[in-house]
């Protein structure tokens, strides 16, 4: 069954330290990958899409990368305010519907 | 601009209440979906509807019923629910369905007391 995994499933960091969050993922046919970023108490809000091994997308200090199993979160020089939970997701078929099949999360925390 | 907005934020309701959470989109997506998530857990699907229509609905208890008025709007109408059923309930949009980003609302905080 498809699955996603992802790890650590928490980070402390320091403000500067920078770090890779990791999301491994077994599905057949992968149809996108996506990261999203969730404060407490709130929606989860959209950062990235990967579609093919080799892509990588930025913005700000976050960097996404993808390879045939695996995609990496880098984090360059986090700030306090980059502490949130991280989810990432994939399209995939699962109990005989395809849809968004997430991993539990990393909650990261950036102390200053 | 990608807002999905929601309400009530906050929802109380006793067992024996009927009570409808909203959605509405405006970035002519034509994919909506229900999730329902738990505390320290990930969204989990609920339903999803396609150009109207119910696409998918994940086995979800019948006091659950969803309605789609329209391309725009989502409702969730909630009828005597167990106290199992407070979450945070997430409606999300998507250009369409497959293999586009879906964007979330900021959610509802539902009790049931």
């Known amino acids: 069954e498809d699955q996603v995994t992802q790890s650590p499933e928490a980070l402390r960091l320091q403000e500067g330290e920078s770090s890779s969050l990791n999301c491994s993922y077994t599905?057949?046919?992968?149809?996108?990958l996506f990261w999203y970023r969730q404060d407490p108490g709130k929606g989860p809000e959209f950062l990235f899409t990967l579609y093919s091994a080799g892509e990588e997308k930025e913005k700000e200090r976050l960097k996404a990368t993808l390879t045939k199993k695996e995609s990496f979160l880098h984090i360059t020089a986090p700030k306090p305010e980059d502490s949130a939970t991280y989810l990432c997701a994939v399209q995939a078929w699962k109990g005989g519907s395809e849809k968004l099949v997430f991993g539990k999360g990393t909650k990261l925390t950036v102390n200053p | 601009d990608t807002e999905v907005t929601q309400t009530p934020k906050h929802l109380v309701m006793g067992m024996t209440n009927k009570k409808s959470l909203k959605c509405e989109q405006h970035?002519?997506?034509?994919?909506m979906y229900w999730y329902k998530q738990k505390a320290k857990k990930p969204p989990e699907l609920m339903f999803v509807?396609?150009?109207?229509?119910?696409?998918i609905n994940e086995s979800v208890p019948s006091r659950f019923s969803p309605e789609c008025p329209n391309s725009s709007l989502l409702n969730l109408h909630l009828h005597a629910l167990q106290p199992e059923d407070s979450a945070l309930y997430l409606c999300?949009?998507?250009?369409?369905?497959?293999?586009?980003?879906?964007?979330f609302g900021p959610g509802t905080r539902l009790t049931v007391t």
């Open positions: 599905v057949s046919g992968l149809r996108g």
């Open positions: 970035m002519g997506h034509r994919a």
């Open positions: 509807y396609s150009y109207e229509k119910l696409s």
């Open positions: 999300a949009s998507s250009q369409s369905g497959g293999s586009y980003e879906q964007y």
